[in-house]
């Protein structure tokens, strides 16, 4: 698949990060990709956060 999309296609990136936070904090971790390559943007951010 090539071209722009409407959706986040970063999943493997994303994914790898999200259970790389939880294990290095030893918590509950929620995210979201803020950003995407795939859908035009410069370039993919994510953010992630502690559930409290």
């Given at each position: 698949m090539h071209g722009k999309t409407?959706?986040?296609m970063c999943w493997i990136t994303f994914?790898?990060?999200?259970g790389l936070f939880e294990g290095v904090f030893?918590?509950?971790?929620?995210g979201e990709e803020k950003k995407c390559v795939a859908k035009g943007?410069?370039?993919?951010?994510?953010?992630?956060?502690?559930?409290?």
């Open positions: 409407d959706e986040a994914g790898f990060a999200w030893g918590k509950e971790v929620v943007d410069e370039k993919c951010v994510f953010e992630f956060r502690i559930v409290e």
